[in-house]
């Protein structure tokens, strides 16, 4: 089987057109519950792009603005024309590198319950699903929690429990 994702160049970027672009890429998705905060995803710790030999941009994702040894993925989204080629799997990759690189030594992030493609990226790339929560925003979802631990001896619970906070557990 042909790798399809490796077709195209991936990159981590801070220029402004090309966070403009990702953020109005990310903006394309059908979460109306949850609109990006533009201003936030400019503050990303780190923005990695696909784009295509000609420099269309065909997906996007980042580590999300915060600081110190702990870190949220999001923003993941793919052009609909890209999918299932591999494209947010190697997007994946090149941020647990990046996060590496940085330093960081747990990354986490949310996932909803019926997007099981999400689920499934993650799980392919080595991450461990946590717990369920109901969606603070109070629209019923349920939120998958999932982690990948990048140090090794880390107290994974005490330091997840710290990020959900005072969320009601789904399960």
Not at 44 to 56: C, D, F, K, L, P
Not at 127 to 135: D, I, K, M, V
């Amino acid at each position: 089987m042909t790798d399809l994702a490796s077709a195209f160049i991936y990159k981590v970027t801070s220029e402004p057109a090309h966070l403009k672009a990702a953020a109005n890429l990310v903006d394309t998705r059908d979460d109306n519950a949850h609109p990006l905060n533009h201003e936030s995803f400019f503050r990303s710790r780190s923005v990695v792009i696909a784009m295509t030999n000609e420099g269309g941009l065909i997906g996007c994702a980042a580590i999300k603005e915060g600081e110190g040894e702990v870190a949220e993925m999001g923003y993941l989204m793919v052009s609909p024309a890209y999918r299932r080629r591999g494209v947010a799997q190697r997007l994946t990759e090149e941020r647990v590198e990046v996060a590496r690189r940085d330093g960081i030594k747990l990354l986490w992030a949310t996932v909803r319950d019926e997007n099981k493609a999400s689920q499934a990226n993650l799980l392919k790339n080595g991450w461990h699903f946590w717990r369920n929560y109901l969606s603070v925003r109070g629209t019923g979802n349920t939120i998958g929690w999932y982690y990948m631990p990048l140090v090794e001896d880390l107290d994974v619970d005490a330091m997840m429990e710290k990020l959900v906070g005072d969320r009601v557990r789904a399960d």
